[in-house]
């Protein structure tokens, strides 16, 4: 056991300047990847600050449309949310898809934006692994790949961003609201996250100390029709190979794509916002071939491991099988 101090925050203000001032602090909210971290010695914070029961647990309509999700909502709640069912429903396909009923009801939206990788290298602190220590190396590089990426991948670091939630939210042009010692910022989701690059150890631009107090929808009409998809090694409880949220919108009249929202999860050291296939929909018919020469646009700057080849069809005809889905939602 590695002893640890645990502390409630009363405010978010409190909770920022204890954590900032305190190099080793983390902040706590369900506790869903943090503890099992700790328990496995991935990580060791000497300082806890509970998060969990500050005021961030609500969803709310913002004005003029959009929504706007606080940081503390457990994902079970966030999935049955009437707002989210009826405007974003890709989000509640992309929650439920998500680990199991039991740790959705503790899991926070901050946190599981927060999640970390689940590389088995990572996850095993006697390997070398960049992400966890770096400059000590990548294990996963020449071992075990077949979860590992297939786009935005560095020589320093071939995981992958393990969460559903995020992906449909990178679809949805969600904004992360975050609180620091300075303020208020907001940061684009698209921006969020990082590419490993050479800075393995750091998944978000966040600084030390800043605190995820709500994640906010723009206003996003075609939304209601989307959709998410998961390809997994078993029905529940298990992590994406490849996964896709798209929302779609169709002139159904004369069968065009007039816009569209695509993201993918489990390809990439984040959620990976697919700009190149939703450039190739705009304005072009909803047909089969335009969908998978859009999957192929979008995946020609794949980069397939010797172990996980499978990926680059396994994304493109998931892909094509959600587009085909939503257009045919609408005949």
């Not at 700790?38 to 309509?61: E, H, I, T």
Request: hydrophobic fraction near 45%; charge should be negative.
């Amino acid at each position: 056991m590695i002893p640890f101090d645990y502390q409630r925050a009363e405010d978010g203000e409190g909770a920022v300047a204890t954590v900032t001032g305190h190099p080793e602090a983390v902040f706590l909210g369900g506790g869903t990847n943090l503890v099992d971290h700790m328990k496995l010695g991935v990580v060791s914070p000497d300082l806890l600050v509970d998060v969990s029961r500050l005021p961030f647990d609500q969803v709310a309509a913002l004005p003029g449309g959009g929504a706007r999700i606080g940081a503390a909502v457990r994902n079970s709640d966030l999935a049955a949310d009437q707002l989210i069912r009826q405007r974003y429903p890709v989000l509640s396909h992309a929650l439920l898809a998500g680990a199991s009923g039991q740790l959705r009801n503790l899991a926070t939206t901050g946190g599981n934006l927060l999640q970390r990788t689940r590389c088995v290298y990572f996850q095993d602190a006697t390997t070398p692994c960049n992400k966890r220590e770096p400059g000590s190396g990548c294990s996963a590089i020449g071992g075990y790949t077949r979860n590992h990426a297939i786009l935005g991948a560095s020589e320093a670091c071939i995981a992958v961003h393990p969460s559903d939630m995020a992906v449909a939210l990178a679809a949805l042009d969600a904004v992360v609201v975050v609180l620091g010692v300075d303020g208020e910022r907001r940061i684009p989701l698209d921006d969020f996250h990082r590419l490993p690059g050479d800075e393995p150890e750091r998944d978000t631009v966040l600084a030390h100390g800043e605190l995820i107090t709500a994640v906010e929808l723009p206003e996003l009409a075609f939304a209601t029709r989307s959709a998410y998809r998961k390809v997994r090694d078993r029905a529940s409880y298990a992590f994406a190979l490849v996964s896709v949220a798209v929302a779609l919108d169709i002139d159904d009249s004369i069968g065009t794509i007039r816009d569209v929202r695509v993201a993918f999860g489990g390809v990439a050291h984040k959620p990976w916002r697919a700009t190149r296939a939703e450039n190739a929909l705009r304005g072009s018919p909803a047909t089969e071939e335009v969908f998978r020469a859009a999957a192929d646009a979008e995946l020609s700057g794949a980069r397939p491991l010797e172990g996980n080849g499978f990926k680059v069809p396994m994304a493109r005809n998931t892909l094509v099988a959600v587009l085909r889905q939503l257009a045919e939602e609408g005949r």
